[in-house]
């Protein structure tokens, strides 16, 4: 009889754990494990994703949720924010949602292991809910970013639904788990997110920074004597940026190439070995970027070395027929606004940087009031309505689309498409425009898909 009751007792026992397997404790099931680890897993592939994009854009290409100035990553990628970031940690803001993808799948796939070996796993809940909470934390954080940049991350919209989902059910659906030893969950999670990012810190120090800071950061400041030659230059760069250089070379040699009017007006000599043709909209900000490494080379070159030959693609169908529709005419009018300083030179250059300066807050009467050291609103508003403004913008405009124009900046080199890189902008024009300079040839092999995403790109 007693050995009966024992066999009962071992039998309901064993009924009531299944039991507890299947419903969970706190709301913990295993349906809601396997779908965090779905969540972890595509948020960790998303992010790998991403930093493949942010990669192809800081070697010259456009990143897919480049769409326009208020849907572009770009603008949170190369925020101050992000800057700070890679610069502190050594990994861009991607490389960081890596981390944590991987972190947040890791941790409920141990769970089910565990669950199936039939093993208590109390501190892999806590780190679970730490983890999905610093996500959401870090969400908000990158919301309030894209908000001040004034600028949709389309990328980061997918990582915020992933981590969303995470949080709904790790925070939401477990409220009742609350954190069972703490202290061990904690350091699980510590402990995970130190490996994961010593793991892609490698990678992550090798991706080149923001904005083109880091490229210009790589030219000489101070003035270089016409004989030093190429080589020296090309031999201070990392080499992340020798291989970036090596693409952005082959693409210029095979770029497309086309005979070029006279200019109307150049900044700098008109025998210069060196033509650097630009096509720039005064809200984008790879513009923007382009304007300040153009300042950088200046400086870093002796006088003469090249001419700038500025010309203008407003993204508006107010005065650009290639556009559809106008939600920014602005763009127009600082077009128009460039075409009247022609002629001034550094005045001229220094009118276009203000504007750029200025772009996330440019309105009309900001174009007249940044114009005025250089010419009266009432002479600017009538060059403005000239036929003969009107005539030239249309002429870049046109110039711009034989080179199959599909973003700005449109940068030409002599006449052939090439990059916005600033190492390539100051190595070309060192080397006198020559892409087969004899200090090329030190440089590593250029990656057989730099065409293929330059021609992605423009």
Same mark, same amino acid.
């Given at each position: 009889?007693?050995?009966?009751?024992?066999?009962?007792?071992?039998?309901?026992?064993?009924? @009531?754990?299944?039991?507890?397997?299947?419903?969970?404790?706190?709301?913990?099931?295993?349906?809601?494990?396997?779908?965090?680890?779905?969540?972890? @897993?595509?948020?960790?592939?998303?992010?790998?994703?991403?930093?493949?994009?942010?990669?192809?854009?800081?070697?010259?290409?456009?990143?897919?949720? %480049?769409?326009?100035?208020?849907?572009?990553?770009?603008?949170?990628?190369?925020?101050?924010?992000?800057?700070?970031?890679?610069?502190?940690?050594?990994?861009?803001?991607?490389?960081?949602?890596?981390?944590?993808? &991987?972190?947040?799948? !890791?941790?409920?796939?141990?769970?089910?292991?565990?669950?199936?070996?039939?093993?208590?796993?109390?501190?892999?809940?806590?780190?679970?809910?730490?983890?999905?909470?610093?996500?959401?934390?870090?969400?908000?954080?990158?919301?309030?970013?894209?908000?001040?940049?004034?600028?949709?991350? &389309?990328?980061?919209?997918?990582?915020?639904?992933?981590?969303?989902?995470?949080?709904?059910?790790?925070?939401?659906?477990?409220?009742?788990?609350?954190?069972?030893?703490?202290?061990?969950?904690?350091?699980?999670?510590?402990?995970?997110?130190?490996?994961?990012?010593?793991? !892609?810190?490698?990678?992550?120090?090798?991706?080149?920074?923001?904005?083109?800071?880091?490229?210009?950061?790589?030219?000489?400041?101070?003035?270089?004597?016409?004989?030093?030659?190429?080589?020296?230059?090309?031999?201070?760069?990392?080499?992340?940026?020798? #291989?970036?250089?090596?693409?952005?070379?082959?693409?210029?040699?095979?770029?497309?190439?086309?005979?070029?009017?006279?200019?109307?007006?150049?900044?700098?000599?008109?025998?210069?070995?060196?033509?650097?043709?630009?096509?720039?909209?005064?809200?984008?900000?790879?513009?923007?970027?382009?304007?300040?490494?153009?300042? @950088?080379?200046?400086?870093?070159?002796?006088?003469?070395?090249?001419?700038?030959?500025?010309?203008?693609?407003?993204?508006?169908?107010?005065?650009?027929?290639?556009?559809?529709?106008?939600?920014?005419?602005?763009?127009?009018?600082?077009?128009?606004?460039?075409?009247?300083?022609?002629?001034?030179?550094?005045?001229?250059?220094?009118?276009?940087?203000?504007?750029?300066?200025? #772009?996330?807050?440019?309105?009309?009467?900001?174009?007249?009031?940044?114009?005025?050291?250089?010419?009266?609103?009432?002479?600017?508003?009538?060059?403005?309505?000239?036929?003969?403004?009107?005539?030239?913008?249309? %002429?870049?405009?046109?110039?711009?689309?034989?080179?199959?124009?599909?973003?700005?900046?449109?940068?030409?080199?002599?006449?052939?498409?090439?990059?916005?890189?600033?190492?390539?902008?100051?190595?070309?024009?060192?080397?006198?425009?020559?892409?087969?300079?004899?200090?090329?040839?030190?440089?590593?092999?250029?990656?057989?898909?730099?065409?293929?995403?330059?021609?992605?790109?423009?």
């Amino acid at each position: 009889m007693s050995k009966k009751r024992s066999n009962e007792e071992r039998a309901n026992t064993a009924s @009531a754990g299944s039991g507890a397997a299947t419903t969970g404790v706190g709301g913990v099931t295993p349906g809601s494990l396997a779908a965090l680890v779905g969540l972890g @897993a595509l948020s960790a592939l998303w992010a790998l994703f991403l930093w493949a994009e942010l990669l192809l854009m800081r070697a010259g290409g456009s990143p897919f949720c %480049a769409l326009s100035e208020q849907v572009d990553c770009a603008a949170v990628w190369d925020s101050a924010f992000a800057s700070a970031v890679h610069g502190s940690t050594g990994l861009p803001i991607a490389g960081w949602g890596l981390v944590w993808g &991987l972190t947040a799948l !890791l941790f409920p796939l141990l769970a089910l292991l565990r669950r199936a070996e039939g093993r208590s796993q109390p501190e892999l809940y806590s780190a679970i809910r730490l983890t999905a909470g610093a996500g959401a934390v870090t969400v908000l954080v990158m919301v309030a970013v894209s908000l001040a940049e004034g600028a949709l991350c &389309l990328g980061c919209f997918g990582t915020y639904v992933l981590v969303g989902g995470y949080a709904g059910v790790a925070l939401s659906a477990w409220r009742n788990v609350g954190l069972p030893q703490p202290q061990q969950g904690a350091t699980w999670a510590l402990a995970v997110t130190a490996v994961a990012y010593f793991v !892609l810190l490698y990678p992550g120090t090798h991706t080149p920074r923001a904005g083109g800071d880091e490229g210009r950061a790589a030219l000489p400041t101070a003035d270089p004597a016409r004989d030093a030659k190429v080589a020296e230059f090309v031999a201070t760069l990392k080499p992340e940026l020798k #291989q970036t250089l090596s693409d952005a070379l082959e693409v210029y040699r095979n770029g497309h190439r086309e005979p070029l009017d006279p200019p109307r007006a150049l900044l700098g000599p008109a025998d210069a070995p060196v033509r650097l043709t630009e096509f720039t909209d005064v809200l984008c900000s790879h513009c923007a970027d382009l304007h300040k490494t153009l300042a @950088a080379v200046r400086k870093g070159l002796p006088e003469g070395s090249f001419a700038i030959d500025a010309k203008h693609f407003p993204l508006d169908g107010a005065c650009n027929p290639l556009m559809r529709g106008s939600k920014a005419p602005v763009r127009c009018l600082a077009a128009q606004a460039q075409i009247c300083m022609e002629g001034r030179g550094e005045d001229a250059f220094a009118f276009s940087g203000a504007l750029f300066d200025r #772009q996330r807050t440019l309105t009309d009467d900001k174009v007249y009031e940044l114009a005025a050291p250089y010419m009266s609103r009432e002479e600017l508003q009538a060059c403005v309505a000239s036929p003969e403004t009107n005539t030239k913008l249309q %002429a870049d405009i046109a110039l711009a689309r034989r080179f199959e124009i599909t973003g700005t900046p449109l940068v030409l080199i002599n006449g052939q498409v090439a990059r916005s890189f600033p190492p390539f902008l100051y190595a070309i024009v060192l080397a006198e425009g020559d892409p087969n300079h004899k200090a090329f040839a030190t440089l590593p092999a250029p990656d057989p898909r730099a065409r293929e995403q330059h021609d992605h790109a423009h």
